[in-house]
């Protein structure tokens, strides 16, 4: 739908100035036949290796933020020995898990127990190939990329299980077993409070999910997207859902319950030491890193300006889009780190609890609503002849009352049910001679 607003150079194929440098600087000396074919996969392998350069680095220097963070959260002042500031602590961390003593359990079934540890990172890895870190620096624009985000990022949960019963021990199966029945549960709500904003956008490609959300191009040449504005701005109650979903599907405070120290060691991983439970922790980094990053385009805009009109997306020949995307992903990632410096752990029953009873039906109805509103906003916003911010203006405080009145009445309706239910009456076994010693809770 919104293919058409694309620049001609963040489309694939010809016009993508990497490959035309290439093609006129370093591939002259190649025949005709092979020189396009050598230039695309130059062009996508530098875009993989920088894009990869760029989360390695963004991946060591946020668990040194996380360090930093939560320790003043704490009222601590975190790392600060190795390097100015601490800067070189992710550094000593690495050297430090790279040469730990690798041990293997002795009744583990080693090839399972290994291969845990080797496949949890590709798939986490896999996920970045669609998230745009700017205009025109995606690794591939598919036309299914939400789809293929939350199917690729879905497989993390099979080596995980393969750790818990590799690893022989009770406490890494009953991680794993905790792990399989969270995700497969925050899946769904996740699922479903995205896919009003795919409906709104009409598509399930990231870059056309951040067309929809401002204006491409400037003066006569503009084109403005549906609903021309951020979602976060029409769709607040999805973006709530969508966070603590994927705070649950990254395992992150309060949501770890398959790696819960004071119950179950460490759950999955509790056998693994030096670069096997490395990976593990590289895994969960990635995947929070993308988590955030696909956050910032569903809902912030993406590499967008905050500003109206396109005010500072360019600094000159350079576009700023690499830089809000950043500072919007680095934003959500703050958030993830908040939540564990600040909020207690929830019980098993808890946690399922709250995705089945509260996050599924809320985002149903959101969907629902979403649906409704926007087939009748989207048919005035083509019959209209209102433009610029005016009209998406109109959308927006409309999704806004909408969503403030579907609120109310989930408050009102999840009070008067929890009112219903009551507190229930707790039986203890008999401690000895006599009968059961009863109480209310």
Same mark, same amino acid.
């Given at each position: 739908?919104?293919?058409?607003?694309?620049?001609?150079?963040?489309?694939?194929?010809?016009?993508?100035?990497?490959?035309?440098?290439?093609?006129?600087?370093?591939?002259?000396?190649?025949?005709?036949?092979?020189?396009?074919?050598?230039?695309? @996969?130059?062009?996508?392998?530098?875009?993989?290796?920088?894009?990869?350069?760029?989360?390695?680095?963004?991946?060591?220097?946020?668990?040194?933020?996380?360090?930093?963070?939560?320790?003043?959260?704490?009222?601590?002042?975190?790392?600060?020995?190795?390097?100015?500031? *601490?800067?070189?602590?992710?550094?000593?961390?690495?050297?430090?898990?790279?040469?730990?003593?690798?041990?293997?359990?002795?009744?583990?079934?080693?090839?399972?127990?290994?291969?845990?540890?080797? &496949?949890?990172?590709?798939?986490?890895?896999?996920?970045?190939?669609?998230?745009? &870190?700017?205009?025109?620096?995606?690794?591939?624009?598919?036309?299914?990329?939400?789809?293929?985000?939350?199917?690729?990022?879905?497989?993390?949960?099979?080596?995980?299980?393969?750790?818990?019963?590799?690893?022989?021990?009770?406490?890494? @199966?009953?991680?794993?077993?905790? #792990?399989?029945?969270?995700?497969?549960?925050?899946?769904?709500?996740?699922?479903?409070?995205?896919?009003?904003?795919?409906?709104?956008?009409?598509?399930?490609?990231?870059?056309?999910?951040?067309?929809?959300?401002?204006?491409? *191009?400037?003066?006569?040449?503009?084109? %403005?997207?549906?609903?021309?504005?951020?979602?976060?701005?029409?769709?607040?109650?999805?973006?709530?859902?969508?966070?603590?979903?994927?705070?649950?599907?990254?395992?992150?405070?309060?949501?770890?319950?398959?790696?819960?120290?004071?119950?179950?060691?460490?759950?999955?991983?509790?056998?693994?030491?030096?670069?096997?439970?490395?990976?593990?922790?590289?895994?969960?980094?990635?995947?929070?890193?993308?988590? #955030?990053?696909?956050?910032?385009?569903?809902? &912030?805009?993406?590499?967008?300006?905050?500003?109206?009109?396109?005010? @500072? %997306?360019?600094?000159?020949?350079?576009?700023?889009?690499?830089?809000?995307?950043?500072?919007?992903?680095?934003?959500?990632?703050?958030?993830?780190?908040?939540?564990?410096?600040?909020?207690?752990?929830?019980?098993?029953? %808890? @946690?399922?609890?709250?995705?089945?009873?509260?996050?599924?039906?809320?985002?149903?109805?959101?969907?629902?609503?979403?649906?409704?509103?926007?087939?009748?906003?989207? *048919?005035?916003?083509?019959?209209?002849?209102?433009?610029?911010?005016?009209?998406?203006?109109?959308?927006?405080?409309?999704?806004?009352?909408?969503?403030?009145?579907? &609120?109310?009445?989930?408050?009102?309706?999840?009070?008067?049910?929890?009112?219903?239910?009551?507190?229930?009456?707790?039986?203890?076994? #008999?401690?000895?001679?006599?009968?059961?010693?009863? *109480?209310?809770?």
């Amino acid at each position: 739908m919104m293919m058409e607003l694309m620049p001609v150079w963040l489309q694939a194929g010809a016009g993508n100035p990497l490959r035309e440098f290439l093609l006129e600087n370093i591939l002259t000396g190649l025949s005709e036949a092979w020189r396009p074919l050598v230039a695309d @996969l130059l062009t996508w392998s530098l875009t993989c290796a920088l894009i990869m350069g760029i989360v390695q680095v963004t991946m060591l220097y946020c668990t040194l933020l996380e360090r930093k963070f939560v320790g003043r959260i704490q009222d601590r002042i975190g790392p600060n020995r190795v390097g100015y500031w *601490g800067l070189l602590q992710p550094f000593a961390d690495m050297v430090k898990m790279l040469t730990k003593e690798d041990i293997t359990p002795a009744v583990a079934h080693r090839s399972v127990y290994n291969l845990g540890a080797i &496949l949890v990172v590709p798939p986490a890895i896999m996920v970045f190939a669609i998230l745009p &870190l700017s205009l025109g620096l995606v690794a591939s624009d598919l036309s299914v990329g939400f789809l293929y985000f939350i199917s690729v990022a879905s497989v993390v949960i099979v080596p995980i299980f393969m750790a818990g019963w590799g690893s022989r021990n009770k406490f890494a @199966l009953i991680g794993a077993m905790r #792990a399989v029945a969270q995700t497969v549960s925050y899946e769904i709500p996740q699922v479903l409070s995205v896919v009003g904003v795919l409906l709104l956008a009409g598509s399930l490609s990231t870059g056309d999910i951040i067309l929809a959300q401002g204006t491409v *191009g400037s003066g006569a040449q503009a084109s %403005q997207g549906f609903p021309g504005g951020w979602f976060i701005l029409t769709q607040p109650i999805a973006f709530v859902i969508y966070l603590m979903a994927t705070t649950a599907e990254v395992e992150r405070t309060p949501f770890d319950i398959p790696e819960a120290e004071s119950e179950i060691i460490a759950g999955y991983h509790t056998e693994y030491a030096g670069i096997k439970f490395g990976l593990f922790q590289l895994s969960q980094y990635f995947m929070t890193i993308a988590s #955030a990053a696909l956050g910032s385009v569903l809902f &912030l805009g993406g590499w967008m300006s905050p500003f109206p009109g396109g005010l @500072l %997306q360019t600094l000159g020949p350079l576009n700023l889009g690499f830089f809000w995307m950043g500072a919007k992903t680095l934003l959500l990632i703050l958030g993830f780190m908040w939540l564990r410096g600040t909020w207690p752990r929830l019980r098993s029953d %808890q @946690l399922m609890g709250f995705a089945w009873k509260v996050l599924v039906p809320l985002s149903l109805a959101n969907l629902l609503i979403t649906a409704l509103l926007g087939w009748l906003l989207h *048919g005035w916003w083509n019959a209209s002849g209102a433009q610029g911010l005016g009209r998406s203006a109109v959308v927006v405080v409309a999704f806004l009352a909408a969503n403030g009145l579907l &609120l109310f009445g989930a408050m009102l309706g999840f009070g008067r049910l929890r009112a219903k239910g009551g507190r229930p009456d707790i039986r203890f076994e #008999a401690t000895g001679v006599g009968s059961s010693v009863e *109480g209310a809770a």
